[in-house]
């Protein structure tokens, strides 16, 4: 889908503003740390900041978890915001954010949100590793949906509830959801309750025409990549995930879990984020 005229930059205006500001913050932060360490001498490098892109149908919260564990292992951390209109428009986005963050950087992406770091982080020689969670490792000339419909095992498609609207040109265009009753046992089977109904009326739409569009560039053929593997996935078959993270040559960690992985398993994914940043930042 695709904003019109002012609209569109404003939107993107709003976008670009709000995500460099909360990124320069984090980045004073980062730089900040640097001159303490280098003044008591402690500490044998900066820790990258952590970088973390979530998918369709959640939002920045998604993170929540694994947040916490980082900072309190001493990591700055941006969870950016997805506007998920494509993978295009996504990862210009989130350039804003790697653009504006100095220093080296780990970048994370959650499902749908690996297709965009995968763009993203391509000819950025601060992002020193990918991490996937349950997540797309596109090669360029694929789409989320192609890769998804590759081997058996998505019930996706039955869950979710389109909205289609009219554009300002007259053209139409197609947002996706899931379905909120069918959100729980769909995206998070081994979250709490509450929480995933919380999750299920919370959730962001993505463009459908962001399922289909194509990938251009692949970062994981160059840089260093992790990827957790979610066993117990419904919407991006165990499979499809084990395919990629072989053909990117990722280290991989399986774990036996819903989509929700990040919500469900914070410690996991957050120690995973920090074995590649231990493993790549020196």
Do not use: C
Not at 5 to 13: D, E, I, P, S
Not at 250 to 271: G, K, M, N, R
């Amino acid at each position: 889908m695709s904003i019109n005229g002012g609209r569109k930059q404003l939107v993107t205006a709003a976008v670009t503003a709000g995500l460099a500001l909360g990124a320069f913050a984090l980045s004073g932060t980062a730089s900040g740390a640097t001159e303490t360490a280098k003044a008591t001498g402690t500490g044998r490098h900066v820790k990258p900041t952590i970088v973390l892109e979530h998918g369709a149908f959640a939002d920045g919260s998604s993170w929540n978890g694994v947040i916490a564990d980082l900072r309190a292992d001493g990591y700055p951390v941006v969870a950016a915001a997805n506007p998920l209109r494509g993978p295009a428009f996504d990862a210009a986005a989130l350039r804003t954010v790697l653009d504006h963050v100095k220093g080296p950087k780990i970048l994370v992406g959650h499902s749908y949100g690996g297709n965009v770091i995968s763009q993203a982080a391509t000819d950025d020689p601060e992002v020193k590793a990918l991490v996937y969670v349950a997540a797309f490792l596109p090669a360029p000339g694929e789409s989320a949906l192609e890769l998804t419909d590759k081997y058996p095992g998505s019930t996706l498609p039955g869950t979710l509830d389109p909205v289609t609207y009219q554009q300002a040109d007259g053209s139409t265009a197609t947002d996706l959801y899931i379905q909120q009753d069918k959100f729980p046992h769909q995206f998070a089977a081994d979250v709490p309750g509450q929480q995933a109904a919380l999750m299920a009326a919370e959730q962001r739409p993505i463009a459908q025409a962001a399922l289909e569009e194509k990938a251009t560039t692949a970062a994981w053929k160059t840089k260093p990549s992790w990827d957790i593997v979610t066993t117990q996935d419904l919407n991006i078959p165990a499979a499809v995930q084990h395919f990629m993270a072989e053909r990117a040559h990722a280290h991989t960690t399986e774990v036996a879990a819903s989509h929700s992985v990040a919500v469900s398993h914070p410690h996991l994914v957050a120690d995973v984020i920090e074995r590649a940043a231990r493993a790549t930042v020196r």
